[in-house]
């Protein structure tokens, strides 16, 4: 998470749009390549991708985060997933180029940048990981344990997507719990 003063040094280092927006907005589709880093002010975010006709969530992230595909941001190619707004949301959008000119010249940012991008790359590791090993249950727990407040926030058919099961199992294995 970005802390406020982070947010604020950065809102005043570059220039940034802030955008407001309802839920289900998308803020960028798989195939086109990503222009911008979006900081969270307020709301949720979720990445997905379509894989046969289903919805796959694959990560949330509320305020205080900032996101984009990465990779694309990064070299320019087309984005693997979606980013919508699952909520109402007010965020701040940074364009990529001004983005990295502030990194760039900026060591305190560049390293919370870096930190962020390693956090990133754990939490897909672990979800990666999860997925392989552990039964919908123990996925199930385990997100309640580590993050609490996507089961207070999120909706349900989200958090099955992300777990990999159904609405309905999701629904069993919470009636279990």
């Known amino acids: 998470?970005?802390?406020?003063?982070?947010?604020?040094?950065?809102?005043?280092?570059?220039?940034?749009?802030?955008?407001?927006?309802?839920?289900?907005?998308?803020?960028?589709?798989?195939?086109?390549?990503?222009?911008?880093?979006?900081?969270?002010?307020?709301?949720?975010?979720?990445?997905?991708f379509y894989n046969?006709?289903?919805?796959?969530?694959?990560q949330f992230f509320f305020e205080g985060d900032f996101v984009a595909s990465f990779d694309s941001l990064y070299k320019r190619t087309p984005s693997l997933f979606y980013l919508e707004s699952i909520e109402p949301t007010e965020l701040t959008a940074i364009r990529r180029e001004d983005f990295y000119?502030?990194?760039?010249?900026?060591?305190?940012?560049?390293?919370?940048?870096?930190?962020k991008l390693i956090d990133r790359f754990h939490a897909y590791?672990?979800?990666?990981?999860?997925?392989?090993?552990?039964?919908?249950?123990?996925?199930?727990?385990?997100?309640?344990?580590?993050?609490?407040?996507?089961?207070?926030?999120?909706?349900?058919?989200y958090i099955a997507s992300y777990l990999g099961i159904t609405p309905v199992s999701l629904s069993r294995i919470r009636n279990r719990h």
């Open 1 to 48: 998470m970005i802390e406020n003063i982070h947010l604020k040094h950065i809102e005043s280092q570059i220039k940034s749009e802030y955008l407001s927006v309802p839920s289900k907005v998308i803020l960028l589709e798989e195939g086109k390549v990503a222009q911008k880093l979006y900081l969270i002010r307020k709301g949720c975010l979720r990445l997905f």
């Open 52 to 58: 046969e006709g289903k919805d796959i969530t694959f």
């Open 101 to 115: 000119n502030l990194i760039n010249n900026n060591l305190s940012l560049r390293q919370l940048y870096e930190e």
């Open 125 to 157: 590791q672990q979800l990666f990981l999860s997925r392989i090993k552990n039964t919908p249950q123990q996925r199930y727990e385990e997100l309640l344990k580590e993050y609490p407040n996507i089961i207070q926030r999120v909706p349900q058919h």
